[in-house]
């Protein structure tokens, strides 16, 4: 009989190879007439290039818009995006929300009953009634 | 029975001989530990300084001796399965995971950031298809190597509690969004030449 290949098809594990960080932009808008935009910018002047600097990985961009709340969008490699706005927070409340949004994955927010999540078949295989010791009766 | 007396009967059906320093005396003696054999009995000396004379368990391995010979024999054939699992604790919590699981643990990690890489060294079971090794409690972590690198921090959707009590119409909202940090088990190995080394 020809040896055939099994067909598979590859999915990515992050992590197990080399792993990729999930945010690959994240966008700081903020305001110069706005009061509650007085935490954002005290943020982009003081812990914002050190935040900027040890994330080489991740897109930064710092644009004015005007009249509104500052507000971070983030954006994923899984194509979603999340915007934490930081009307009235103090510069190191808003390095809390930065690096929340640089740890999580763009998944939408779900409950998770079980702690494992895999894709590898089962190591010791599926229970079969005719293997094994069989059933005394 | 008190516990000194029962010691000694213990010591009785299982004479323990030990190593003791001279210039300590024994303050008190019991009849049941009087006509034991030659070694002095005290009751405050703790278990890990006896070296037992009954049958040695052969899962526990202790820190430097070598291993078991059912260790020694059949490691090599589990380790040449195609497949393992290892069952890690976490403070204390069993995951049963494969390599390349993902595992989402019930509180969020202080001090890590994505990309970290933890060497996780408390196992409670390591198996394979046909062969389990059983740690009594823990397998011994020159074993096997485990690594796991830290995904990110995902958070649970708001859940809101709302507190109210019977004919009263006060309510009291309490709002929880719990944070969870995810690993990755990037790396699951068994070490055979540990076996050899010891």
């Excluded at chain 2, 009785?12 to 320093?21: E, F, G, H, N």
């Amino acid at each position: 009989m020809t040896i055939r290949a099994l067909k598979q098809i590859s999915t990515g594990r992050n992590g197990v190879g080399a792993f990729v960080l999930q945010c690959k932009k994240m966008d700081f808008h903020y305001c110069d007439w706005a009061g509650s935009s007085r935490g954002m910018n005290g943020f982009i002047k003081s812990l914002l290039p050190k935040f900027v600097g040890s994330h080489p990985q991740v897109e930064f961009s710092v644009s004015p818009r005007p009249s509104k709340h500052p507000v971070i969008i983030a954006q994923y490699i899984n194509g979603r995006e999340k915007a934490i706005c930081v009307r009235n927070m103090e510069p190191y409340e808003i390095l809390k929300k930065a690096e929340l949004l640089r740890d999580a994955s763009g998944e939408q927010l779900r409950k998770v009953t079980k702690p494992v999540q895999s894709i590898n078949e089962s190591v010791r295989g599926v229970w079969s009634p005719y293997h094994g010791n069989g059933m005394q009766v | 029975m008190s516990r000194a007396l029962l010691r000694s009967v213990l010591e009785l059906r299982a004479p323990v001989t030990r190593l003791l320093p001279l210039s300590i005396r024994p303050t008190t003696t019991t009849a049941a530990a009087a006509p034991a054999a030659a070694s002095v009995r005290f009751f405050n000396q703790t278990a890990q300084h006896i070296e037992p004379t009954t049958q040695p368990d052969p899962t526990i391995v202790a820190n430097n001796a070598s291993p078991p010979d059912s260790v020694r024999t059949l490691l090599p054939i589990l380790a040449a399965q195609p497949g393992h699992y290892i069952t890690l604790l976490i403070h204390g919590r069993p995951y049963l995971v494969t390599q390349g699981d993902s595992i989402r643990l019930p509180f969020k990690m202080p001090g890590v950031e994505p990309g970290d890489v933890l060497r996780l060294n408390r196992a409670s079971v390591l198996g394979s298809r046909d062969f389990t090794l059983k740690g009594a409690p823990h397998v011994d972590e020159r074993l096997y190597e485990c690594r796991a690198v830290v995904t990110g921090t995902e958070s649970e959707p708001l859940r809101v509690k709302i507190k109210k009590k019977r004919r009263c119409r006060r309510k009291k909202t309490v709002k929880s969004k719990h944070r969870y940090t995810m690993l990755r088990v990037s790396e699951l190995r068994i070490r055979e030449e540990a076996v050899h080394e010891s």
